[in-house]
Nanobody
Framework: QVHLVESGGGLVQAGVSLRLSCAAS????????MGWYRQYPGRQRELVAA????????NYADSVKGRFTISRDNAENTVSLQMDRLKPEDTAVYHC??????????????????WGQGTQVTVSS
């Protein structure tokens, strides 16, 4: 099991910055890709940004390129999302997400993806 806890969400005005953090615990040695997804009401989660284990590769949604920066600290088992120049359309629930190198046995079976509970980000215009 990999347990993820997000922090850093809140209500801000457009144009300012916000930083989200996610701390992982449990089967941390199995973590490969770490990332952030966001979910708008009534819609499926969409990828915001992801970063590989060695921090060599990152992937961003087109809508956040140049404004958001993902980083991870493998020693601390954390992944962060620096969000600059926020826009009202960034308003959503942001979820931390990890993919593991191999499936992990959980109470519900073998899993290779884990999610945090989510943190609300609201950007007012």
């Amino acid at each position: 099991q990999v347990h993820l806890v997000e922090s850093g969400g809140g209500l801000v005005q457009a144009g300012v910055s916000l930083r989200l953090s996610c701390a992982a615990s449990g089967s941390i040695c199995s973590i490969n890709v770490m990332g952030w997804y966001r979910q708008y009401p009534g819609r499926q989660r969409e990828l915001v940004a992801a970063i590989t284990r060695g921090c060599r590769n990152t992937n961003y949604a087109d809508s956040v390129k140049g404004r958001f920066t993902i980083s991870r600290d493998n020693a601390e088992n954390t992944v962060s999302l620096q969000m600059d120049r926020l826009k009202p359309e960034d308003t959503a629930v942001y979820h931390c997400h990890v993919e593991t190198i191999w499936p992990i046995r959980t109470a519900s079976g073998m899993e290779s993806e884990f999610w945090g509970q989510g943190t609300q980000v609201t950007v007012s215009s």
